[in-house]
T-cell receptor
Framework: EAQVTQNPRYLITVTGKKLTVTCSQN?????MSWYRQDPGLGLRQIYY???????DKGDVPEGYKVSRKEKRNFPLILESPSPNQTSLYFC????????FGNGTRLTVT | GENVEQHPSTLSVQEGDSAVIKCTYS??????FPWYKQELGKRPQLIID?????GEKKDQRIAVTLNKTAKHFSLHITETQPEDSAVYFC???????????FGAGTILRVKS
């Protein structure tokens, strides 16, 4: 089954404790992206990747890192999470049409 | 960069009525305009899209219209049903799906 898999689905952490949200797709897509969803603000792009070892900032990249060492994986790294990064995060991949993962609800206290 | 504005933020309609959601975009180079539906607690999913060489596209009860001159596009849902209740996002891109910029979303409630 073609899908984008994110883990974990829910995560509660404390300020400053490094975390990684994983994202994997099995559709051989070159393009992958991370979004955060906040009420009233829609889906805002954090980082995107056009291919392996090619990443670029989206609209809200501050406080986040990504890597793209393999085509299928695109992890999102928060080196020092802060409460303003509490949000719902979506990974997506696509070749034209974007396919979204199930989301990761992150709470930073 | 691209900026997409979406209106209204919430929309309530009676079952069977039509619903219209409107979006405007700022970058005249944008050429791809998808609409996503997000049901409560679920991921956004594409419901219809249109490219800039087409003025209108229809798929059963949903249709999208595009006015390139005015830089706006709209989603039309006819004969609304309770299962149409969801958040709808419009988006725009000049790279066919890459670097999509989303609107803020519209909460559609269909009352039965």
């Amino acid at each position: 089954e073609a899908q984008v898999t994110q883990n974990p689905r829910y995560l509660i952490t404390v300020t400053g404790k490094k975390l990684t949200v994983t994202c994997s797709q099995n559709m051989n897509h070159e393009y992958m992206s991370w979004y955060r969803q906040d009420p009233g603000l829609g889906l805002r792009q954090i980082y995107y990747s056009m291919n392996v070892e090619v990443t670029d900032k989206g609209d809200v990249p501050e406080g986040y890192k990504v890597s793209r060492k393999e085509k299928r994986n695109f992890p999102l790294i928060l080196e020092s999470p802060s409460p303003n990064q509490t949000s719902l995060y979506f990974c997506a991949s696509g070749s034209g049409t974007l396919h979204f993962g199930n989301g990761t609800r992150l709470t930073v206290t | 960069g691209e900026n997409v504005e979406q209106h209204p933020s919430t929309l309530s309609v009676q079952e069977g009525d039509s619903a219209v959601i409107k979006c405007t975009y700022s970058d005249s180079a944008s050429n791809y305009f998808p609409w996503y539906k997000q049901e409560l607690g679920k991921r956004p999913q594409l419901i219809i899209d249109i490219r800039s060489n087409v003025g209108e596209k229809k798929d059963q009860r949903i249709a999208v219209t595009l006015n390139k001159t005015a830089k706006h596009f709209s989603l039309h849902i006819t004969e609304t049903q309770p299962e149409d209740s969801a958040v709808y996002f419009c988006a725009a891109s000049w790279e066919y799906g890459n670097k999509l910029v989303f609107g803020a979303g519209t909460i559609l409630r269909v009352k039965s």
